[in-house]
């Protein structure tokens, strides 16, 4: 599986250097993308700054590219959240599972403007102390579990986010995780078209067609250059 490979290299490079670590290649490449002025050039409404990058400006960056002080990760969950709020109230959810959660900016980006009550990180074992390490520089509380640890939320107003994640795992995995999906009143799933021989647009596509949910989207984004599937309302 890739990700052992990555996950062991990311973990090493972290305990070298935890302040620097985002500077790594494969760091880098695997939780922060390398080139900020894709999103630069791209940015919804050309000319207008979101309401939303104030609030969230990057301070701890562990040595992340940035663009006018705001990394890749940080642009990338402004628009995933203006995409959701087409669909449902993200400030009204009250439990956030980021499934691969990165080293945790997104779930930064949550609490800063949302104070989300109760966020959960569900990550491969070696990687929890990267975004705890992450999120406690911020003062930022979660939980930290496993894909075989998640269980039904405790609250109704619920999001399963998974960026990247979800489309990387081996298909055994997947179909774990994906049997708990029914029970979260949101879903928001960003995927690649196809990722080690797994053709993720028919994936998600079947995944779609077997939600219980009234809204179910798939979309195409232009300046991610990759597909949402966003459900809601169970």
């Known amino acids: 599986m890739i990700w052992n490979k990555f996950s062991k290299e990311i973990r090493e490079y972290f305990e070298l250097n935890p302040e620097k670590f985002l500077h790594g290649d494969t760091a880098r490449k695997t939780y922060d993308g ?75 980006v949550w609490h800063t403007l949302f104070k989300t009550p109760n966020i959960i990180m569900c990550d491969l074992p070696e990687l929890h102390p990267v975004s705890k390490y992450y999120l406690d520089e911020h003062d930022i509380e979660a939980e930290w579990i496993h894909s075989e640890e998640i269980e039904k939320p405790p609250v109704k107003e619920s999001l399963f986010f998974a960026s990247h994640s979800l489309n990387e795992c081996p298909l055994d995995v997947r179909e774990a995780v ?47 250059a990759k597909w949402s599937l966003i459900a809601t309302g169970l």
């Not at 628009?79 to 945790?104: H, N, T």
């Not at 708990?180 to 690649?192: D, G, K």
């Not at 021989?197 to 009234?214: C, M, Q, R, S, W």
Request: aromatic letters at 18%; proline letters at 5%.
């Open 178 to 224: 994906c049997s708990w999906l029914p029970t979260f009143e949101h879903i928001y799933i960003v995927y690649n078209g196809e990722f080690f021989g797994v053709d993720n647009i028919e994936y998600f596509e079947t995944l779609a067609k077997n939600l219980p949910h009234k809204t179910v989207d798939i979309t195409f984004n232009e300046v991610t």
């Open 34 to 108: 390398t080139v900020v002025r894709v999103y630069r050039q791209n940015w919804p409404n050309k000319g207008e700054k979101d309401p939303y990058m104030d609030l969230v400006k990057d301070e701890h960056t562990f040595g992340a590219a940035t663009y006018r002080g705001f990394t890749q990760a940080t642009l990338r969950s402004i628009i995933y959240i203006r995409q959701m709020e087409k669909y449902f109230d993200p400030s009204k959810i009250e439990y956030l599972l980021d499934f691969g959660p990165g080293y945790g900016n997104n779930a930064r």
